[in-house]
């Protein structure tokens, strides 16, 4: 074996790691930059609109879906833990606590990070590669005011609305399974829901959804932003964006869980 090729995968190694932080740092630049062009924006109102029926009302069809069964299986793999150790009356309580906190939230913003953050990638990326982009700054027209920030918007805003819609489906896909497959009464199933519910969990799983509204847009914009290289690299943005999106996700759920409900409700 060469002595020289653990060094070369270490420096590697050590390249991605930096380019990592490199990218991580033009994302929140970009970020940085949409953010300072927000003031007028209610100028260019009727693209905040469509950006919300993209964002929203067309995602409900694959939330409706994704919600429903997410309900059931957390209701079913309640049902397993609870044997013989936990009275079935805290299903309800399990199942609204995790679904409002956790399950709603991450599962939507996943499932619109897959469909929205891949269409702003590929339409933003599509009108870079053909100088659409170009056009627009040549006819003094700012891109990231006119693509971006409605865009950034209606992340903002139709996420938190989904996620509800998301709770709601959920929670009555779980009651529909515990009636119909668990032998659990409504009144029993209500009762446990009831049980522990408070309004800052539901509003603690709304505030992480807002974050996540903000990274798929931002994360969709800058990819599309940065697009080159024709269909190809128009492809290679739409895939850097999902994934990107869906880490960030994944890591902003943990840190915004243990700030809200450690840290702020916690206290």
């Avoid at 009555?172 to 497959?181: E, F, I, N």
């Avoid at 847009?217 to 800058?222: E, F, I, K, V």
Wanted: contains cysteine; proline residues 3%; neutral net charge.
């Amino acid at each position: 074996m060469d002595a020289n090729q653990p060094l070369v995968g270490a420096q590697t190694v050590g390249r991605r790691v930096v380019e990592s932080l490199e990218e991580t740092g033009r994302v929140f630049l970009f970020f940085v930059n949409v953010f300072r062009s927000f003031p007028g924006f209610w100028r260019k109102g009727h693209l905040v609109l469509e950006q919300m029926m993209a964002m929203g009302i067309e995602s409900l069809s694959l939330v409706f879906v994704t919600s429903i069964f997410t309900g059931a299986v957390a209701a079913v793999q309640a049902a397993y833990q609870f044997q013989d150790y936990v009275p079935m009356r805290y299903l309800g309580s399990v199942i609204g606590k995790s679904v409002v906190i956790e399950l709603g939230p991450v599962l939507t913003a996943l499932v619109v990070a897959g469909r929205v953050g891949a269409s702003i990638a590929a339409e933003l990326g599509t009108m870079r590669v053909t100088e659409q982009i170009d056009a627009l700054e040549t006819m003094g027209v700012s891109p990231i005011r006119h693509l971006a920030v409605p865009r950034m918007i209606s992340g903002m805003v139709m996420l938190p609305v989904v996620t509800i819609f998301s709770d709601f489906l959920a929670i009555v896909g779980a009651y529909v399974v515990a009636y119909v497959s668990l032998d659990v009464a409504t009144n029993t199933f209500m009762e446990g829901l009831r049980m522990f519910f408070h309004l800052r969990d539901v509003f603690g799983g709304l505030v992480k959804s807002l974050f996540f509204g903000v990274v798929i847009a931002t994360m969709g914009c800058y990819f599309g932003f940065h697009a080159e290289g024709g269909a190809e690299g128009v492809g290679r943005a739409t895939t850097r964006a999902v994934v990107s999106s869906c880490l960030s996700i994944l890591v902003l759920d943990y840190m915004l869980a243990t700030l809200i409900f450690r840290v702020l409700l916690g206290a």
